[in-house]
């Protein structure tokens, strides 16, 4: 659920970057073309085999991403980025991370 506004983000950061005279292509097929290097290497660390602990590192790798990518387009559009937000649902993914497997709440 979440790849979708990941990759949609991605398009905007592109199109700040190069006028919106460009496109990432159907389903990214040109992100890597567009991204840099240490951006498209994070991008990869998104995706996860089916190992419990790889799948929690491309969540919050897609976490990095999205967070120094919208930096940078809510700066291009003037707007704020609300760290606040951020924190908080970081923290909330951590303390997920952490229940143990018979949890039956969070808090």
């Not at 085999?49 to 790798?61: G, L, P, R, T, V």
Request: aromatic fraction near 18%; hydrophobic fraction near 35%; charge should be negative.
């Amino acid at each position: 659920v979440i790849r979708p506004h990941l990759d949609e983000l991605i398009s905007w950061w592109v199109g700040t970057k190069n006028d919106f005279q460009v496109s990432t292509g159907k389903m990214g097929k040109y992100m890597n073309k567009y991204l840099p290097e240490s951006y498209w290497e994070m991008y990869k660390e998104t995706y996860s085999d089916s190992n419990y602990e790889n799948m929690w590192k491309s969540i919050f790798a897609s976490c990095e991403l999205f967070r120094v990518l919208a930096k940078d387009v809510a700066e291009y559009f003037g707007y704020s980025y609300n760290a606040n937000d951020d924190a908080n649902m970081t923290n909330y993914l951590k303390r997920v991370r952490e229940l143990p497997i018979d949890a039956k709440g969070i808090y």
